[in-house]
C-alpha cells in the first residue's frame, strides 16, 4: 500500500492534531451537507432535463493538446487540453495548466494548432488543471498562454461563475448546444472535501451511424451521474466515452512534496478515506452497462494500475490518450 502522506511528515501532523482535528471535523460537516444537497441538485437537473436536438455529425476529431501521456516530441502534464473538431466547426475544451507551464504552449505550437481555428472554448470545471494553472484557479480566471494567439471575444462556455480575459464568458446553466454540434450535458456538482463545491460540464455530440460520444474534464460528478443525465438527454446509443474519470487508486500525478495531492484532493471523500478498486469495479460495471465501444482514459486522474485494469476489463476497445494524437470517430 502507498502511503498518501510521506513517513516524514508523519511527526508534524500529530504535533498538529490537537490543531487539525477540530478544523477538519467543521469542514466534514460542511463537506457532508454539499454533499446531500449535490445530489439533490444532480436529481432535480437529471428529471427536469429533455431531450437536445443533437444534430448528426460526419466526424468527430479529438486531438490531445494537454494530457499525462504523450507522444514522441510532446509534452505531458497532469492537465488536461483537448481540442475536438467536427464538420460543423471546432471547440477548445480545457486549457490544461495554461501559461504556469510549457505543455499546452509547446504542444499547440508543434501542432499549428491556434484560437484562430477554434470557434469557442469550453471549460469543463474550475480546477487549475484545466482552467490554465494555480494562479487562474485562485482568481478564477481562465489563462492561454499567449502563444495560441488572441481570443478575440470567442465565446468561453463555463460550468460556474470565473472570468475569462478577452472570451466573451458565459455560464452554462443547463444542457444546451454550444457549437461546432457539440452539446454541452450542463454543470453537475460534487462535494469535494478541501477543493469545496465543484460544478463539472461534460461534452457531448452525435455521429451519424454510430451514436453519442461523452467528453469528461475530471468526471468529478462521477461517470454513473453524467451517464444519467446524458440518458435524459438522448436515446441514441453511447458509442465512445472518453476523458477524466479520477481514480488515483494506487498513486497519483504530481505528487507534491511527498504527499499525494491526487489522492487526497478531489476524490468525493473525506481525507481519511481513500478511492478502492471496489469503487472502479463499481464504475466498469457502470460503464460497461451503459455499452459504448470505445473508451478513451485520461491518465491526468487516473493511476497506471486503474488504468490497466480499466483496459482489462472494459468490454469496448481502450485507449489512453496521449498529448500530440488525434483520435477520430466518424459514421
Ligand atoms: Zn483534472
Ligand atoms: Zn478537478
Same mark, same amino acid.
Given at each position: 500500500?502507498?502511503?498518501?502522506?510521506?513517513?516524514?511528515?508523519?511527526?508534524?501532523?500529530?504535533?498538529?492534531?490537537?490543531?487539525?482535528?477540530?478544523?477538519?471535523?467543521?469542514?466534514?460537516?460542511?463537506?457532508?451537507?454539499?454533499?446531500?444537497?449535490?445530489?439533490?441538485?444532480?436529481?432535480?437537473?437529471?428529471?427536469?432535463?429533455?431531450?437536445?436536438?443533437?444534430?448528426?455529425?460526419?466526424?468527430?476529431?479529438?486531438?490531445?493538446?494537454?494530457?499525462?501521456?504523450?507522444?514522441?516530441?510532446?509534452?505531458?502534464?497532469?492537465?488536461?487540453?483537448?481540442?475536438?473538431?467536427?464538420?460543423?466547426?471546432?471547440?477548445?475544451?480545457?486549457?490544461?495548466? =495554461?501559461?504556469?507551464? %510549457? $505543455?499546452?504552449?509547446?504542444?499547440?505550437?508543434?501542432? /499549428?494548432?491556434?484560437? *484562430? @481555428?477554434?470557434?469557442?472554448?469550453?471549460?469543463?470545471?474550475?480546477?487549475?488543471?484545466?482552467?490554465?494553472?494555480?494562479?487562474?484557479?485562485?482568481?478564477?480566471?481562465?489563462?492561454?498562454?499567449?502563444?495560441?494567439?488572441?481570443?478575440?471575444?470567442?465565446?468561453?462556455?463555463?460550468?460556474?461563475?470565473?472570468?475569462?480575459?478577452?472570451?466573451?464568458?458565459?455560464?452554462?446553466?443547463?444542457?444546451?448546444?454550444?457549437?461546432?454540434?457539440?452539446?454541452?450535458?450542463?454543470?453537475?456538482?460534487?462535494?469535494?472535501?478541501?477543493?469545496?463545491?465543484?460544478?463539472?460540464?461534460?461534452?457531448?455530440?452525435?455521429?451519424?451511424?454510430?451514436?453519442?460520444?461523452?467528453?469528461? =474534464?475530471?468526471?468529478? %460528478? $462521477?461517470?454513473?451521474?453524467?451517464?444519467?443525465?446524458? /440518458?435524459?438527454?438522448? *436515446? @441514441?446509443?453511447?458509442?465512445?466515452?472518453?476523458?477524466?474519470?479520477?481514480?488515483?487508486?494506487?498513486?497519483?500525478?504530481?505528487?507534491?512534496?511527498?504527499?499525494?495531492?491526487?489522492?487526497?484532493?478531489?476524490?468525493?471523500?473525506?481525507?481519511?478515506?481513500?478511492?478502492?478498486?471496489?469503487?472502479?469495479?463499481?464504475?466498469?460495471?457502470?460503464?460497461?452497462?451503459?455499452?459504448?465501444?470505445?473508451?478513451?482514459?485520461?491518465?491526468?486522474?487516473?493511476?497506471?494500475?486503474?488504468?490497466?485494469?480499466?483496459?482489462?476489463?472494459?468490454?469496448?476497445?481502450?485507449?489512453?490518450?496521449?498529448?500530440?494524437?488525434?483520435?477520430?470517430?466518424?459514421?
Amino acid at each position: 500500500m502507498t502511503f498518501r502522506i510521506s513517513a516524514p511528515w508523519w511527526p508534524l501532523l500529530a504535533l498538529a492534531s490537537p490543531l487539525l482535528v477540530p478544523i477538519l471535523l467543521v469542514r466534514n460537516r460542511r463537506f457532508r451537507k454539499n454533499r446531500n444537497q449535490a445530489h439533490q441538485l444532480n436529481l432535480e437537473r437529471i428529471n427536469k432535463a429533455a431531450s437536445l436536438a443533437l444534430p448528426e455529425l460526419e466526424f468527430l476529431d479529438v486531438t490531445v493538446l494537454s494530457e499525462w501521456a504523450s507522444e514522441e516530441g510532446f509534452m505531458g502534464e497532469p492537465g488536461v487540453s483537448y481540442l475536438l473538431r467536427t464538420d460543423q466547426g471546432s471547440l477548445l475544451y480545457d486549457v490544461g495548466f =495554461g501559461p504556469s507551464r %510549457p $505543455t499546452l504552449a509547446h504542444n499547440a505550437t508543434k501542432l /499549428g494548432v491556434s484560437l *484562430d @481555428q477554434v470557434d469557442a472554448l469550453a471549460i469543463s470545471h474550475l480546477h487549475m488543471d484545466h482552467m490554465g494553472g494555480m494562479k487562474a484557479g485562485r482568481s478564477k480566471q481562465v489563462m492561454v498562454p499567449n502563444e495560441l494567439g488572441a481570443p478575440g471575444g470567442k465565446p468561453c462556455f463555463l460550468p460556474d461563475e470565473a472570468g475569462a480575459e478577452g472570451f466573451a464568458a458565459e455560464v452554462v446553466k443547463g444542457p444546451r448546444l454550444l457549437t461546432a454540434g457539440i452539446a454541452s450535458i450542463g454543470p453537475l456538482a460534487r462535494s469535494l472535501f478541501f477543493l469545496g463545491w465543484t460544478e463539472e460540464q461534460a461534452l457531448l455530440a452525435r455521429i451519424k451511424d454510430k451514436g453519442l460520444v461523452i467528453f469528461t =474534464g475530471c468526471g468529478h %460528478p $462521477t461517470i454513473e451521474v453524467i451517464l444519467q443525465m446524458v /440518458g435524459r438527454l438522448s *436515446d @441514441q446509443p453511447i458509442h465512445a466515452i472518453g476523458g477524466g474519470l479520477h481514480f488515483p487508486i494506487t498513486s497519483g500525478r504530481g505528487k507534491y512534496r511527498g504527499i499525494q495531492m491526487q489522492m487526497i484532493l478531489g476524490t468525493g471523500k473525506p481525507p481519511w478515506q481513500r478511492i478502492t478498486d471496489d469503487d472502479l469495479s463499481k464504475t466498469i460495471r457502470s460503464i460497461n452497462a451503459a455499452g459504448p465501444e470505445r473508451v478513451f482514459l485520461s491518465a491526468h486522474d487516473t493511476c497506471d494500475y486503474a488504468l490497466r485494469r480499466f483496459a482489462n476489463e472494459l468490454k469496448a476497445e481502450t485507449k489512453v490518450l496521449r498529448a500530440g494524437a488525434t483520435y477520430r470517430i466518424s459514421a
